[in-house]
C-alpha cells in the first residue's frame, strides 16, 4: 500500500513510498561522473555506456520517493547498505525504483527504518537491489552522536 | 584500473584515489535533477542552514557518494563483471563534512571456488584525511578465472 499522504518517517512495515522512474541522458550521467570525479571511459563511450553505480544509488535513496516528506527541521540519514548489483544500467535506459519498508525499530531512542528499494530497467531486468537503514534527525529525533 | 588477478592472496590491499567532498561536488552530488529550476533542492548535504536546523554541525556528503568511491574501486578491481553479482554491506559511521578528503580501500579477506569463478570476499572501508573511518563494511566478488 502506498502511503502518499503520511509523513515519512511515520511509515511502518509493509508501507510503500511512491515509486519513482527516471531517464538517465548522457548529461544527467556525466554530473554524477563530475560529483564522484570518476571519469572511465565506460560511462561514456558508445551506445552501451553503463551508468555509474553512484547515480544508481543517489536516485533510489527513498528521499527521491514523490511522496517523501518530513518536517521542517528534520531530515532522513542512512545508516548501513545493503547492496546487490544485479546488471549494469546503460545511459538512455528508464529506471523504476519502489520502495517498501521491511522493518523498523528503536535503538537508544532513536527511531530506525529500513527501505527494501529495487531498481529495474524499462523491460523489469533486475539492476540493483537495496536494503537501506534510515534514522531521522531534528524535530523530536535525538541529535547525531548523543 | 588495479584488476584482481585468479592468484590474487588473502591480504591483498587496495587504495583507491584520494577524492574530496568539496562544497560544489557535494552540491552536484545531492541536490537532485541537475539543471532545472529547483537545482540544488536543499538537503543535509546542500544547505548549510538546513543542516543546522536539524542539529547537525554542518553540511555533510552523502553516504551515497562514499558508496560510489566504494563502487568505483570495485569495478576497477574487478572489472565491469562486478556490476553483475556484486555487493556491498555497509555502516555509515561517521559524518563526512565539506573540504573532507576521502580514500576508499579494500582488503581481500576469503577466497573460495564458485560455478562462475572465484568468490572474493573484501573488508572495505573509507578513511578521511585524519585515518579516522567514515564508512566500512564488506564486499564480494567474482574474479573470472575461465
Known amino acids: 500500500m502506498t502511503e502518499e499522504n503520511k509523513r515519512s518517517d511515520l511509515l511502518l512495515v509493509g508501507d510503500e ?35 555509474h553505480p553512484a547515480l544508481l544509488i543517489v536516485f533510489s535513496n527513498n528521499t527521491r520517493s514523490p511522496s517523501f516528506s518530513l518536517d521542517p527541521g528534520t531530515a532522513a540519514i ?69 | 584500473m588495479i584488476p584482481l588477478t585468479p592468484d590474487v592472496e588473502v591480504g591483498f590491499r587496495v587504495t583507491g584515489p584520494v577524492k574530496t567532498a568539496t562544497p560544489y561536488l557535494t552540491r552536484l552530488f545531492s541536490g537532485g535533477w541537475p539543471r532545472t529550476e529547483d537545482w540544488p533542492a536543499k538537503n543535509v548535504h546542500t544547505d548549510e542552514e538546513f543542516a543546522r ?10 553516504g551515497a557518494m562514499m558508496q560510489g568511491y566504494l563502487a568505483e574501486l570495485m569495478v576497477d578491481m574487478f572489472g565491469e563483471g562486478w556490476l553483475s553479482g ?50 566500512v563494511g564488506t564486499a564480494m566478488g567474482i574474479i573470472d578465472a575461465s
Do not use: W
Open chain 2, 86 to 135: 556484486g555487493s556491498f554491506s555497509l555502516k555509515f559511521v561517521h559524518q563526512v563534512g565539506m573540504d573532507d578528503s576521502v580514500t576508499a580501500e579494500a582488503t581481500v579477506t576469503g577466497l573460495s571456488n564458485s560455478g562462475q569463478g572465484i568468490a572474493v570476499e573484501l573488508d572495505v572501508s573509507c578513511k578521511n584525511q585524519h585515518g579516522e573511518v567514515v564508512t
Open chain 1, 78 to 146: 542512512q545508516t548501513h547498505e545493503l547492496v546487490e548489483y544485479h546488471a549494469p544500467g546503460r545511459v538512455g535506459s528508464t529506471f523504476h525504483v519502489t520502495f517498501r519498508v521491511v522493518d523498523t525499530y528503536e535503538k537508544r531512542g532513536r527511531p530506525y527504518q529500513v527501505v527494501e528499494a529495487p531498481v529495474v530497467d524499462e523491460n523489469g531486468a533486475p539492476i540493483i537491489t537495496r536494503t537501506t537503514t534510515y534514522t531521522y534527525v531534528g524535530g523530536p529525533y535525538p541529535r547525531i552522536g548523543s
Open chain 2, 53 to 62: 536546523a536539524t542539529g547537525l554541525s554542518g553540511r555533510n556528503a552523502s
Open chain 1, 17 to 51: 513510498f511512491a515509486p519513482l522512474e527516471f531517464y538517465v541522458t548522457p548529461e544527467f550521467s556525466e554530473n554524477y561522473l563530475h560529483a564522484v570525479e570518476d571519469h572511465h571511459p565506460r560511462y561514456t563511450e558508445g551506445p552501451g555506456a553503463i551508468v
